[in-house]
Structure formats: C-alpha cells, structure tokens
C-alpha cells in the first residue's frame, strides 16, 4: 500500500508559479511510477505529466510542456509538480498517483491522493 498526500496548491495570478508536492508513506517511492493528473469542474481527469520508476523517464501533456516539470525526491519519499507561467487554463484540482508503469491513463495508477486545488485568475 501507498499513501499520497498532494500539497502546495492554491490561488495565483496568471504568469505565477507554484510547486506541488506529493508526499508519499508506506513503500518506497522509487519502486512507482508517479503521474500528475487534473481535473476541472464539469470536465474529465486528464494527464498532466508522468515520470518513470527511477525517473529516468518524463513524459508531459502537450498544454503543459515547457511549462510544468516534473521531479522527485527519493530521499525524502516525495514527488513535485513545478508550475510556471500559469494561465488560467490550468485551474483545476491536481491530483498525483503511483503505479508500476508512467503512463497517461489513469487507470495505469493504483494509488491516489486526494488532491489539491489549484487557482489561476488575476
């Protein structure tokens, strides 16, 4: 079992950045994949960006890309989300996940956080 706890969220102005953490308990971080996913009121989750067990591998979502990097700690069990140059766009509540696999379906992950929101408006 895993457990993830996202942090970081919040409400920013456009252009602003903000860094995401997902804080994870119960088995070493480095044996899962971890994606970043979002979901907006009304829409669907959709991927945001992944990174490969050992992150040796990141993958990001075209709306995203140049944007949003990806990263981890394995030290400290962690995994972060940096954002910048934020539109209003990407207000949706983020979620992270753990898998075996980076992929950018959810269904690829088999575990959850609870999500954090994320608010972009002047």
């Known amino acids: 079992q895993v457990q993830l706890v996202e942090s970081g969220g919040g409400l920013v102005q456009p252009g602003g950045s903000l860094r995401l953490s997902c804080a994870a308990s119960?088995?070493?971080?480095?044996?899962?994949?971890m994606g970043w996913f979002r979901q907006a009121p009304g829409k669907e989750r959709e991927f945001v960006a992944s990174?490969?067990?050992?992150?040796?591998?990141?993958s990001y979502a075209d709306s995203v890309k140049g944007r949003f990097t990806i990263s981890e700690d394995n030290a400290k069990n962690t995994g972060y989300l940096q954002m910048n140059s934020l539109k209003p766009e990407d207000t949706a509540t983020y979620y992270c996940?753990?898998?075996?696999?980076?992929?950018?379906?959810?269904?690829?992950?088999?575990?959850w956080g609870q999500g954090t929101q994320v608010t972009v408006s002047s």
């Open positions: 996940a753990a898998g075996l696999i980076g992929a950018s379906q959810p269904g690829a992950y088999g575990y």
């Open positions: 119960g088995r070493t971080f480095s044996n899962y994949a």
């Open positions: 990174i490969s067990r050992f992150g040796r591998v990141t």
